[in-house]
């Protein structure tokens, strides 16, 4: 034990001297080596892990190494819950069978999925409505109003939409439809700020365009519901 201590002790003591010997130019030259070495070391490693490691199964895999489950990285919600946790996941997977989303606890096809969005969709739009509920504002009245998308320098509306009905309906021709149309040279040539807004207008566009379709649904069902 003495002689392990004391061949450690210098083994430091030559260490002290080897490191005073060296001037701080020379300290710091050969510091800024190693750093340089350091440093092509770790490139050159994620550069070999890159290449031996991608999957050759699936584009969007992003397991390394040997695997039989493929999966892509997950996305989420922007904004997280109350207690900071991601909500929403999603990624791409597959193990044994075809590539499906997973979604909610689920494994879903594309066209599963899709639906599965459409009734995320109407239920923002409902949790949209108790905020303007929350602010006094009047529910919408997609009967009788008109919605339309404005863009900053445009002459008139994108485009608008409202709910026509036939005073004269031919037989077979339907007494009520969704009217969507557009002002003549309404165009418009946008910067990021004129974009932000189409973007705002357009995403409050669709829930009303949304309440324009169940309205027209539920008017259409009403003369079949009649005896």
Known sequence: MTCTTASNAANDNSARAATQALSVEQFETTGKQIGSSMTILREALQVLQA??????????????????????????APTPDGLGDDVLLANLMCEDGPPTVGFLDLNLTAEQTRTR?????????????????????????????????????????LISAEIFRSDDPQPGDPTASISVFGLQDSDADLDVAGADH???DLEEFLPRLRALRNH???????PEARP
Request: aromatic fraction near 4%; charged fraction near 15%; proline fraction near 4%.
């Open 51 to 76: 290449n031996a490691s991608a999957c050759g199964v699936h584009t969007w895999c992003a397991e390394v190494g040997d695997h039989t489950m493929h999966s892509s990285a997950y996305i989420e």
């Open 117 to 157: 969005v459409a009734e995320l969709h109407r239920h923002l739009d409902r949790v949209a409505a108790l905020a303007d509920q929350l602010e006094g504002q009047a529910p919408l009245d997609p009967g009788t109003e008109c919605y339309s998308v404005t863009a900053p320098g445009a002459t008139g509306a």
């Open 198 to 200: 189409l973007i705002a």
């Open 216 to 222: 027209l649904a539920a008017t259409v069902a009403e």
